[in-house]
């Protein structure tokens, strides 16, 4: 079930625009409102663009897992000049 959009007024989001950025990281769409209309919506970037990785801690909450080869971080055939 997906949350119902936080809501801040021109001049909350300029005082607070941390919040606002920490709200959408996680994955919640914020709403701009300017004499109480809506002027802007602010959303997460979409996952085929570059964006930030989520907190492991969202990543948990999707059900998402992350599992590393036990060789990550060997170096490739190949490569050992160069580090």
């Not at 709200?23 to 769409?29: I, K, L």
Request: no cysteine; glycine share 8%.
């Amino acid at each position: 079930m997906k949350a119902a959009a936080k809501t801040f007024t021109v001049s909350q989001a300029r005082e607070h625009f941390a919040e606002v950025l920490e709200t959408v990281e996680q994955g919640e769409e914020v709403t701009i409102t300017k004499h109480g209309e809506p002027v802007a919506t602010i959303s997460p970037a979409s996952r085929s663009g570059k964006r930030r990785m989520p907190l492991p801690g969202f990543l948990a909450v999707q059900g998402w897992t992350l599992t590393m080869a036990d060789d990550f971080d060997a170096i490739p055939e190949g490569f050992e000049e160069y580090v």
